[in-house]
């Protein structure tokens, strides 16, 4: 298996555990991706990805309908994607993505969670290096099969196809997002979510109960900030 298959297995943080806070998240993607591509998800692909993810976590169709609506309103507020670099206590590099549409509370709260547990945000570029960003696809396992389906997507970018419970987890380079999902779509395979992780290329592994407990206190404060979409880090 690859470094995507071994980065899933062996992260340890929690992500869109509440189920509140995924229906706020994909909120917060659906509104950055109307104001992008318009309301219409047959012509904005980013916005029928963004379906697929609320659909995933099963939230309803109503809330889907309203967070549309509403990101079509031109009272309604943009949210900016904004990158924060730091690091934890032990030299566990953290890479932290956000929505928000008040970027100085947001900096406020960030800096905070870093410094309470002795750890600090760095300036821009001063982490982001050491992962790599990529997209990955959820599929049904029905009758397709894994290296079939990795060997027909090479030409496409796709580097590593798995299985995980129960589906076809396809892993590529963030640039080839696009092309991946109009490929699938044109072959009638149904997506039953997609996405974008941050991938470590170094890691640092800590063997101390406390050393352990104290990064996972900082994820935990940073991940339980609503202005919060993803957070990834270097320890395994």
Same mark, same amino acid.
């Given at each position: 298996?690859?470094?995507?298959?071994?980065?899933?297995? /062996?992260?340890?943080?929690?992500?869109?555990?509440?189920?509140?806070?995924?229906?706020?998240?994909?909120?917060?993607?659906?509104?950055?991706?109307?104001?992008?591509?318009?309301?219409?998800? @047959?012509?904005?692909?980013?916005?029928? /990805?963004?379906?697929?993810?609320?659909?995933?976590? @099963?939230?309803?169709?109503?809330?889907?309908?309203?967070?549309? =609506?509403? /990101?079509?309103?031109?009272?309604?507020?943009?949210?900016?994607?904004?990158?924060?670099?730091?690091?934890?206590?032990?030299?566990?590099?953290?890479?932290?993505?956000? /929505?928000?549409?008040? @970027?100085?509370?947001?900096?406020?709260?960030?800096?905070?969670?870093?410094?309470?547990?002795?750890?600090?945000l760095g300036t821009s570029g001063s982490v982001v290096f050491m992962f790599e960003h990529t997209c990955n696809f959820k599929i049904d396992t029905n009758d397709l099969d894994p290296e079939e389906i990795e060997l027909e997507f090479i030409d496409f970018g796709v580097e590593e196809v798995f299985i995980e419970e129960d589906?076809?987890?396809?892993?590529?380079?963030?640039?080839?997002?696009?092309?991946?999902?109009?490929?699938?779509?044109?072959?009638?395979?149904?997506?039953?979510?997609?996405?974008?992780?941050?991938?470590?290329?170094?890691?640092?592994?800590?063997?101390?109960?406390?050393?352990?407990?104290?990064?996972? =206190?900082?994820?935990?404060?940073?991940?339980?900030?609503?202005?919060?979409?993803?957070?990834?880090?270097?320890?395994?």
């Amino acid at each position: 298996m690859g470094r995507a298959f071994e980065f899933r297995k /062996a992260r340890k943080m929690k992500r869109w555990s509440a189920m509140s806070k995924a229906f706020t998240r994909i909120g917060k993607d659906i509104v950055m991706t109307v104001k992008e591509g318009g309301p219409d998800p @047959n012509s904005n692909s980013r916005l029928r /990805a963004v379906i697929q993810n609320a659909k995933s976590v @099963n939230m309803p169709k109503d809330n889907i309908e309203r967070a549309i =609506k509403r /990101a079509s309103d031109k009272n309604q507020g943009d949210y900016k994607e904004v990158l924060f670099e730091g690091y934890g206590p032990h030299g566990i590099a953290i890479l932290v993505e956000t /929505a928000t549409d008040n @970027n100085t509370r947001t900096v406020a709260n960030v800096r905070s969670y870093f410094s309470k547990c002795d750890g600090n945000l760095g300036t821009s570029g001063s982490v982001v290096f050491m992962f790599e960003h990529t997209c990955n696809f959820k599929i049904d396992t029905n009758d397709l099969d894994p290296e079939e389906i990795e060997l027909e997507f090479i030409d496409f970018g796709v580097e590593e196809v798995f299985i995980e419970e129960d589906e076809i987890l396809i892993y590529a380079p963030f640039e080839c997002f696009g092309v991946i999902q109009s490929e699938l779509e044109k072959r009638d395979i149904t997506i039953n979510s997609s996405g974008f992780d941050r991938i470590p290329n170094v890691t640092k592994e800590l063997k101390k109960e406390n050393e352990i407990n104290d990064i996972e =206190k900082l994820l935990e404060k940073i991940e339980n900030d609503d202005d919060v979409q993803n957070v990834y880090h270097t320890m395994i």
